[in-house]
């Protein structure tokens, strides 16, 4: 039988094959269970979050990016302050969120209950993170290459929303953090949050999280699409 000669491999397949294996490997490996308490141990623990974050969205032929600034404070605070491509706010106290485009003469508000929008289970992360009951077949994602070698990644599909979302991706790094969460929704787009600078445990006022419309500024109650 005649051995295959390693440079008669094209080159770029073993730099790739390279590439892959390691993050193959390491999610082989994976504990999911064992992960997915040292992600909510972590998580449970804190009172506080600050991040920077950068959202990509993907579907019906187009693409977009922005980024900004996000604090969490449990209960169920959070406030997400957008500063690129352009500015915009969404804020929640806990029980009612908003939404707001500097300079508009409207303000959007609804219910958290009512609220259906992907960024509202993450503010939730902070106190009631049970990642086993939140997602449904938690597992390994061999085939999902972190983008910080080192790191985990996991997949799930969320509880009461199976309907609108095909599948949950988080890539999970070596102390347990969450430093990428992906939505695939039901219509295949994809909505993909990374977290970076994550700050814990800082004190944050809770009239950071309070909206006052400015003068002039109607608010209109219902539901509402960021």
């Known amino acids: 039988m005649s051995q ?14 390279l590439t892959l294996l390691p993050a193959v490997a390491a999610n082989l ?52 302050e957008y500063r690129s491509p352009k500015e915009k706010l969404f804020l929640s106290d806990g029980k009612d969120a908003w939404f707001y485009l500097p300079g508009d003469r409207q303000v959007r508000r609804t219910s958290m209950r009512k609220l259906d929008d ?11 993170t049970r990642l086993e009951k939140e997602l449904d077949g938690l597992s390994a994602a061999p085939d999902v290459v972190p983008m910080t070698p080192g790191n985990t990644v996991l997949r799930g599909v969320p509880k009461g929303m199976a309907d609108r979302i095909n599948e949950v991706v988080l890539e999970i790094t070596p102390d347990y953090r969450i430093a990428r969460i992906q939505f695939e929704e039901a219509d295949e787009s994809v909505t993909e949050y990374r977290f970076s600078e994550q700050r814990e445990n800082g004190e944050i006022a809770d009239q950071s ?3 006052t419309p400015p003068p002039g500024v109607e608010i209109v109650d219902g539901s509402f699409e960021p």
Do not use: C, I
């Open 4 to 17: 295959v000669k390693l440079n008669s491999v094209a080159p770029g397949f073993l730099v790739v094959l």
């Open 29 to 80: 490996a994976v504990d999911v269970h064992a992960m997915a308490q040292a992600v909510d141990n972590r998580y449970n623990h804190l009172r506080s979050l600050r991040a920077e974050f950068t959202e990509t969205y993907r579907g019906a032929g187009t693409e977009r990016t922005e980024s900004g600034s996000l604090w969490l404070k449990k209960p169920g605070k959070m406030r997400w």
């Open 118 to 128: 992907l960024r509202s289970p993450l503010g939730f992360l902070l106190g009631k």
């Open 209 to 211: 999280f309070r909206f």
